[in-house]
């Protein structure tokens, strides 16, 4: 495989992180634009916001967050970073890509939820338009935050359901706050008919796995620690599930530490439906093309399987049938040629 083939061929991407995908300069004009200057200089910065190889665990890869938080608290400035991402997956033709957000964390200054969900939306509807990217946005709850903060969110899930949102999340430091304790939450949006996919199985317990799908979610994010129990994973398997993998992430994270425990191969052989994100574009110096050309290196992968993890992508998003029709055959033309 080439990597120019991997960028030119179209691509699906179900799990990628708002505002872990702030490119630097971007946050620089923001920071000018506002008057507030970064603490980094244009050389420091990108160093800054980007995780070391050998973080000691998903908190301090998270860190990375809270130098471009404080920038993020307008609409204006929402609706630039939601554009410029389309703008970057347009680079390596993304054809679709679902982007999820935590709305709360964009609140600080006064904005309501409303108000930061509009933000994106038009953001994502800019770029669309401008691109050729077509996009979605799915909101996250917090792990952290309280009960009743995370049901707003999944109540503005609800309001703009199939209105540019499509789906709930939740997110944050699995290992302090596993996934059986949001129960009423999940029930809840289960209740609105609101599609879930989960942050589960990062961590390294494979029961928050098995809770989350109970619950209701038809996708999984990482889901590494599947790997570890054969009983969930059949699970996993019998229901159809979504195994969204970030491989860049998932070592940074030390969701795994050694390439022979990355359970990639596993989960292909066992006929799971796993598909390949970046999780975090900036934080995980990544982007698609980069994640399919690691895969070929540490496992050969070809065309024709990356064709199928882009395809798998597809059934697992929260599209409508004939969306998924569409992209199912431009995926199916634009191989035909690589096979």
């Not at 030390?254 to 900036?282: Q, S």
């Amino acid at each position: 495989m080439e990597e120019q083939i991997i960028q030119h061929l179209p691509k699906i991407e179900l799990h990628c992180h708002l505002d872990g995908s702030v490119r630097p300069h971007i946050l620089e004009r923001l920071a000018q634009e506002q008057g507030n200057p970064l603490p980094y200089s244009s050389a420091e910065l990108a160093s800054k916001l980007t995780a070391p190889e050998d973080c000691e665990s998903l908190l301090e890869y998270l860190e990375r967050f809270d130098i471009v938080l404080p920038y993020l608290q307008t609409a204006e400035a929402i609706e630039l970073i939601s554009y410029d991402l389309i703008e970057q997956v347009a680079e390596e033709n993304v054809a679709y890509i679902e982007v999820r957000f935590a709305p709360l964390l964009f609140a600080h200054q006064g904005l309501t939820i409303n108000q930061i969900v509009e933000a994106v939306i038009a953001g994502l509807k800019r770029g669309e338009e401008v691109f050729g990217v077509k996009s979605n946005a799915l909101l996250c709850g917090m792990r952290h935050h309280t009960n009743s903060d995370n049901k707003a969110v999944v109540e503005a899930t609800k309001n703009y359901l199939n209105n540019g949102v499509v789906g709930f999340d939740i997110a944050g430091d699995e290992a302090q706050f596993p996934a059986d304790l949001y129960t009423d939450l999940i029930t809840l949006a289960k209740k609105y008919a609101i599609p879930l996919t989960l942050h589960a199985g990062e961590c390294g317990c494979p029961q928050n796995v098995l809770t989350s799908i109970k619950l209701g979610a038809t996708r999984v994010g990482h889901g590494i620690a599947i790997a570890k129990d054969d009983a969930i994973l059949a699970e996993c398997k019998e229901r159809g599930t979504v195994i969204e993998m970030c491989p860049t992430s998932n070592f940074q994270t030390k969701a795994v530490t050694k390439l022979e425990d990355y359970p990639f191969k596993k989960f292909m052989d066992a006929g799971l439906n796993i598909c390949i994100n970046t999780d975090n574009r900036t934080v995980s110096n990544t982007t698609l093309t980069k994640e399919y050309t690691k895969l070929h290196k540490w496992y050969n992968i070809d065309y024709r399987c990356m064709e199928q993890l882009n395809h798998n992508a597809v059934n697992g998003a929260f599209i409508s049938d004939n969306e998924k029709e569409q992209l199912h055959t431009l995926l199916k033309t634009a191989y035909y040629d690589y096979k």
